[in-house]
């Protein structure tokens, strides 16, 4: 909301959810577990009041319009973490040589891509969990980035380069993601 000179955006807090601010770090607790960002710009301020959180801005320069709206989407992602949390689904897909995905500490290794010898590997953000059933891999956790850079790590370690893609469609990819809407 725009009114005269300053931009706005409220964030509403639901039950069971407490949020607070130590300096420029914001620690959101809920059912889930916690999480915790630096929200740090020289011209937005954050103030948490009863049942919201407002993210404000007096005489925005174009920049700065666009910090709130980035500082609110982030403080709702993390409301949306801690309360429900975030999944994502990869499917393995292979035509010819079966590969074998598995979860070591904190990776994922993928052995017999397209019938190499060597294991590639992708990492796990922390505070994500990886699991493997059948021809289908789940990212889950609470913060939206470390479940989405898992579930691209993943994806990224199934690609080739100078091959078809048309035709040689082997490799594990992302196709549903919790927070978006099947079409």
Wanted: net charge positive; proline share 3%; with cysteine.
């Amino acid at each position: 909301m725009t009114i005269a000179g300053k931009i706005e955006s409220t964030i509403a807090i639901p039950g069971g959810v407490s949020v607070t601010m130590d300096g420029n770090t914001m620690k959101v607790k809920g059912p889930r577990g916690e999480l915790s960002r630096n929200f740090a710009y020289p011209r937005v301020s954050i103030a948490i009041g009863e049942g919201e959180v407002t993210v404000s801005c007096e005489y925005p320069r174009t920049k700065d319009k666009a910090m709130v709206g980035t500082f609110a989407a982030h403080v709702r992602n993390m409301i949306r973490g801690v309360t429900e949390g975030y999944t994502y689904t990869l499917k393995i897909v292979y035509s010819h040589f079966p590969m074998k995905v598995a979860v070591k500490e904190n990776r994922v290794e993928i052995n017999n891509y397209m019938g190499g010898h060597d294991p590639r590997y992708a990492d796990i953000v922390a505070g994500c969990k990886v699991k493997v059933s059948g021809s289908e891999v789940t990212v889950e956790g609470n913060c939206i980035e470390g479940c989405g850079q898992t579930a691209a790590n993943i994806e990224k370690a199934t690609s080739r380069l100078g091959f078809d893609k048309r035709i040689f469609q082997d490799g594990i990819y992302i196709v549903h993601k919790s927070h978006k809407v099947r079409e």
